[in-house]
C-alpha cells in the first residue's frame, strides 16, 4: 500500500476540492432559486378528444369457416 508521508497528495486534494465544492453550493443554490422564485407560464396538459367513430351495435358474431 502506498503512504504519502509528505501530504502533499492531502493538500492536493484538499485545494481541489474547495473551488468544486463551490461551483457545486453555487450550482444547487441556482437550482434550488430557480425551482422556488419562478412561475410556470406553461398550459396545462390536456386530455385529447376521443375518436371520432360510432362504437358498433353489439358483438360481433362469430366467424365460422
Request: proline share 15%; hydrophobic share 45%.
Amino acid at each position: 500500500m502506498f503512504v504519502d508521508q509528505s501530504g502533499l497528495r492531502s493538500r492536493l486534494f484538499r485545494r481541489l476540492g474547495w473551488p468544486v465544492s463551490v461551483v457545486g453550493a453555487i450550482l444547487a443554490a441556482a437550482m434550488g432559486g430557480s425551482l422556488i422564485g419562478m412561475q410556470s407560464d406553461a398550459p396545462a396538459m390536456e386530455v385529447p378528444p376521443g375518436p371520432a367513430y360510432l362504437p358498433t351495435s353489439g358483438p360481433l358474431p362469430p366467424f365460422w369457416p
